[in-house]
């Protein structure tokens, strides 16, 4: 793969017979490519997480649509294998209706790639500007290139803040079960060249207090339509934290992560994954997803601009 910027089509990908991944699994210690010959096997990625984080998935699927469509496979199988894949991000459910819908599916698979990671950009560049200067700000998860098929939400907007000047530094917060911040969002800064700490979930408070947090930027999974923000579990503690220190939370993700049709996010679908993941011995609880409440938020970035929760969700 290389150093510096991820190429989308490195991160996920349609050939003629399969759909490429960059098997998220195996980084940081090594980059190898997982080919999906069928929808079932996309969903099977999506599901076990060699693709993930909101908008990637929903790529993933669409690619995984066309490639069932092109190979003359049930498609409507397809779908409900692909949709129902993982619970909590509508660009997943997002995703699949834009293909099904079109009369070539791979050119608006395609085409819808490359309008995110296009929507990215102009997120960063808004949410940079809300940034003071010298600024360290604390990520979680991971809302980078890997999550978004190119470029970053959250991260880009790190990204673009530190290109300005003006974010001198990010935290990464680890990210237990499954550490997307210490494996992937680490990965992608080192590459970009972005001095970064990795820092246990547990730390956030005392190093806020110590005011050594400047601001919190996250993406999100899923944005009910009173601006309700469901993200990677652990979203919810920081937001609570960062009103506690008076610091901003900001919420970067694209419009097609906001659902009109859940009206709070009691209604949004969290999805429980296998309690392996938090203990092999005991009995657990493995929550995926939390949901920070919109009196939380200080802005929600789209596309469109920075706004107060409730102007970026009408
Ligand atoms: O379980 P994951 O790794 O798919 O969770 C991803 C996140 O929670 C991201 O923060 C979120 O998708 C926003 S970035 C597209």
């Not at 096997?41 to 469509?69: F, M, N």
Request: include cysteine.
């Amino acid at each position: 793969v290389g150093r510096g910027d991820l190429d989308p089509s490195s991160i996920v990908r349609l050939e003629e017979d399969a759909v490429v991944l960059l098997d998220q699994r195996r980084l940081p210690d090594d980059e190898v490519e997982l080919r999906c010959g069928s929808a079932a096997e996309v969903a099977d990625a999506i599901r076990t997480l060699a693709v993930r984080g909101a908008v990637a998935i929903g790529i993933a699927a669409a690619y995984g649509y066309a490639l069932a469509a092109a190979r003359g496979d049930d498609v409507e199988a397809a779908y409900a294998a692909l949709a129902g894949a993982r619970p909590t991000a509508v660009n997943l459910r997002w995703a699949l209706e834009q293909v099904r819908d079109a009369s070539d599916p791979a050119a608006a698979a395609r085409a819808l790639h490359c309008a995110e990671v296009a929507c990215c950009e102009r997120m960063a560049r808004h949410a940079a500007a809300l940034f003071p200067s010298s600024c360290t700000v604390l990520t979680h998860c991971n809302a980078g290139a890997l999550a978004m098929g190119g470029y970053g939400s959250a991260l880009g907007a790190v990204r673009a803040g530190w290109e300005r000047g003006v974010v001198a530094r990010a935290l990464v917060a680890e990210t237990r079960p499954l550490l997307q911040g210490a494996r992937l969002t680490a990965w992608e800064l080192e590459r970009l060249g972005i001095p970064h700490s990795v820092i246990i979930d547990s730390a956030a408070a005392s190093l806020m207090a110590a005011g050594e947090i400047d601001c919190v930027v996250v993406g999100a999974d899923r944005i009910a339509a009173n601006g309700d923000v469901a993200n990677k579990i652990g979203t919810y503690g920081l937001a609570v934290l960062a009103r506690h220190h008076e610091l901003p939370l900001y919420v970067v993700a694209p419009s097609s992560t906001v659902d009109p049709r859940t009206p709070t996010g009691e209604a949004i679908p969290i999805e429980e994954r296998d309690p392996a993941e938090v203990s092999r011995r005991f009995p657990a609880r493995n929550p995926a997803f939390d949901v920070t409440p919109v009196h939380l938020v200080t802005a929600i970035v789209t596309e469109h601009g920075a706004r107060a929760p409730a102007e970026a969700v009408a």
